[in-house]
Protein backbone atom coordinates (compact mmCIF):
# COMPACT_ATOMS: atom_id res chain seq x y z
CA UNK A 1 0.00 0.00 0.00
CA UNK A 2 2.85 2.40 0.52
CA UNK A 3 4.37 1.93 -2.99
CA UNK A 4 1.43 2.87 -4.33
CA UNK A 5 1.29 5.94 -2.60
CA UNK A 6 4.62 6.67 -3.45
CA UNK A 7 3.75 6.23 -7.23
CA UNK A 8 0.60 7.94 -7.09
CA UNK A 9 2.94 11.00 -5.59
CA UNK A 10 5.26 10.76 -8.20
CA UNK A 11 3.15 10.09 -11.14
CA UNK A 12 1.06 13.30 -10.24
CA UNK A 13 4.44 15.36 -9.87
CA UNK A 14 5.60 14.42 -13.82
CA UNK A 15 2.13 15.81 -14.59
CA UNK A 16 2.72 19.26 -12.67
CA UNK A 17 6.18 19.50 -14.07
CA UNK A 18 4.79 18.30 -17.44
CA UNK A 19 2.48 21.74 -17.83
CA UNK A 20 -0.36 19.51 -18.06
CA UNK A 21 -1.88 21.70 -15.16
CA UNK A 22 0.40 24.43 -14.98
CA UNK A 23 -1.70 28.13 -16.00
CA UNK A 24 -0.45 28.54 -19.17
CA UNK A 25 -2.01 25.64 -20.87
CA UNK A 26 -5.17 26.62 -19.42
CA UNK A 27 -4.63 30.17 -20.92
CA UNK A 28 -4.29 28.59 -24.19
CA UNK A 29 -7.66 27.38 -23.84
CA UNK A 30 -9.54 30.44 -23.46
CA UNK A 31 -11.41 31.59 -26.51
CA UNK A 32 -10.01 35.54 -28.20
CA UNK A 33 -13.10 37.60 -27.84
CA UNK A 34 -13.70 39.88 -30.81
CA UNK A 35 -16.31 42.63 -31.10
CA UNK A 36 -17.39 43.78 -34.34
CA UNK A 37 -19.96 46.28 -35.56
CA UNK A 38 -21.63 46.15 -38.67
CA UNK A 39 -23.56 48.77 -39.95
CA UNK A 40 -24.61 49.84 -43.86
CA UNK A 41 -22.13 49.17 -45.40
CA UNK A 42 -19.41 48.19 -43.26
CA UNK A 43 -17.79 46.21 -40.82
CA UNK A 44 -15.62 47.74 -38.00
CA UNK A 45 -12.95 46.53 -37.52
CA UNK A 46 -13.13 45.88 -41.63
CA UNK A 47 -10.16 43.00 -41.07
CA UNK A 48 -9.02 40.55 -37.99
CA UNK A 49 -5.94 38.91 -37.35
CA UNK A 50 -6.26 35.27 -35.41
CA UNK A 51 -3.88 32.80 -34.22
CA UNK A 52 -4.35 28.88 -36.02
CA UNK A 53 -5.98 26.55 -33.59
CA UNK A 54 -6.99 29.19 -30.89
CA UNK A 55 -10.72 29.24 -30.42
CA UNK A 56 -12.01 32.82 -30.81
CA UNK A 57 -15.35 34.25 -29.90
CA UNK A 58 -16.79 36.33 -33.01
CA UNK A 59 -19.10 39.13 -31.31
CA UNK A 60 -21.62 40.29 -33.84
CA UNK A 61 -23.25 43.73 -32.98
CA UNK A 62 -25.67 45.39 -35.27
CA UNK A 63 -25.61 49.52 -35.25
CA UNK A 64 -29.07 49.84 -37.61
CA UNK A 65 -30.43 46.90 -39.45
CA UNK A 66 -29.91 43.25 -39.59
CA UNK A 67 -26.83 41.65 -40.21
CA UNK A 68 -24.53 38.53 -40.89
CA UNK A 69 -20.76 37.53 -41.19
CA UNK A 70 -20.15 34.46 -43.61
CA UNK A 71 -16.78 33.36 -43.87
CA UNK A 72 -17.62 30.11 -45.99
CA UNK A 73 -13.62 28.49 -45.80
CA UNK A 74 -13.30 28.79 -42.04
CA UNK A 75 -17.08 27.56 -41.76
CA UNK A 76 -18.54 30.42 -40.09
CA UNK A 77 -21.91 31.88 -39.71
CA UNK A 78 -23.81 34.41 -37.61
CA UNK A 79 -26.77 36.79 -38.01
CA UNK A 80 -27.89 39.61 -35.93
CA UNK A 81 -31.29 41.04 -36.12
CA UNK A 82 -31.95 45.02 -35.80
CA UNK A 83 -29.84 46.63 -32.83
CA UNK A 84 -28.81 43.49 -31.33
CA UNK A 85 -26.02 40.98 -30.60
CA UNK A 86 -24.86 37.43 -31.39
CA UNK A 87 -21.80 35.21 -31.28
CA UNK A 88 -20.59 32.51 -33.18
CA UNK A 89 -17.05 30.27 -31.68
CA UNK A 90 -15.20 28.87 -33.86
CA UNK A 91 -11.33 27.60 -33.93
CA UNK A 92 -9.20 28.26 -37.07
CA UNK A 93 -7.90 25.27 -38.29
CA UNK A 94 -6.07 26.90 -41.83
CA UNK A 95 -4.20 29.37 -42.45
CA UNK A 96 -3.88 32.01 -45.04
CA UNK A 97 -6.51 34.93 -46.05
CA UNK A 98 -10.52 34.84 -46.13
CA UNK A 99 -13.17 36.66 -46.68
CA UNK A 100 -16.30 37.60 -45.28
CA UNK A 101 -19.51 38.60 -46.25
CA UNK A 102 -22.13 40.44 -45.15
CA UNK A 103 -25.07 37.59 -45.03
CA UNK A 104 -28.12 39.14 -44.34
CA UNK A 105 -29.50 41.50 -47.18
CA UNK A 106 -28.84 45.31 -45.96
CA UNK A 107 -30.20 47.73 -48.67
CA UNK A 108 -28.38 48.91 -51.82
CA UNK A 109 -24.42 48.30 -50.54
CA UNK A 110 -24.94 45.25 -49.56
CA UNK A 111 -22.46 43.63 -52.02
CA UNK A 112 -20.26 45.41 -51.18
CA UNK A 113 -19.92 44.67 -47.20
CA UNK A 114 -16.69 42.83 -47.07
CA UNK A 115 -14.76 41.44 -43.69
CA UNK A 116 -11.23 39.93 -43.85
CA UNK A 117 -9.82 37.39 -41.76
CA UNK A 118 -5.93 36.85 -41.41
CA UNK A 119 -5.15 33.58 -39.71
CA UNK A 120 -1.54 33.22 -39.01
CA UNK A 121 0.52 29.84 -37.49
Known amino acids: MHRKNIQLVLLTGVLVTSGLFSPTARAEATPQRIEVTAKRFTFDPGEITL ?47 FVGHCSVFCGSGHGSMAFKVHVVD
Open 51 to 97: KKGQPVVLVLKSADVGHGIRIRELNVEVKVGKGGTAEVHFTPDKTGD
